[in-house]
């Protein structure tokens, strides 16, 4: 992901509105970009600047905070994704396996009895 993506994709990130694939790499992109960085945290900030006051505390390492702990919760979201991902991939492949057994009994079967 470039520079100019990740721009792009700070508004999706902080509505929660993209996919985990993209997320990931727009996470590895500003966590190595300063200026994508700084861009994320800026808007954080405007988007959260009223619950921050509500804290009482509006200081830049609060900020800062704050959006490392989003981060992190977001990793630990696509860290969940994959996974979910594998799982789910260990189930297909044991559905596939089951069903070529399960076919070839039948076929044993057929060819026992004179089916074919
Ligand atoms: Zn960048």
Redesign the pocket.
Known sequence: M??KE??KYVRLYLDRKLDPLTQEAFLD??EH?S??YEELEMTYMLDNASDLLSAGDLSVPNISRALHEDMNERRGQVRVFYRFLTGEYCLYTLAFWAFLTALAFQLRIWFTNGLF
């Open positions: 470039d520079c990740a721009t992109h500003v970009c200026a994508c």
